[in-house]
């Protein structure tokens, strides 16, 4: 198995990259097509346990749009052949001071494109070291 083909690295940089755009616009329906729409499809998010496409499209329809800036860091986008990655990132917010976030997707291409089939995201405290 080929690890991180740069063409494959640069095509779930870029879907990576429209979902981000997506998630700080609010824009619930770009959201939408980036995710598998299919029942095994999982979103365990900050306060939620999201099961099956229809789950996450609720929450993403419901989701306040305010608060939702934020600034990524230490991304790593891994890709495993040509169908198949993991997209990790470190991000924080304005409004979660001393806080810091993790979101890792498992992304797999359909004949659609690239899908986020299943994604987990999670606050934290900002560890000692990162705060000085």
Known sequence: MEIDLPEVVAEVREAFELYEKALVSNDVAALDALFHDDPRTIRYG??????????I????????????????????????????????TLFQRPAAAGKIGRQMQTWVKFPEGWRVVAAHVSLIELPREQTA
Do not use: Q
């Open 46 to 55: 900050g306060g939620e346990n999201l099961y099956g496409f229809a789950e």
């Open 57 to 88: 499209a609720a929450f993403r329809a419901a989701r306040s749009p305010a608060g939702l800036a934020r600034t990524l860091s230490r991304t790593v986008i891994t890709t495993y052949g040509r169908d198949f990655a993991v997209a990790s």
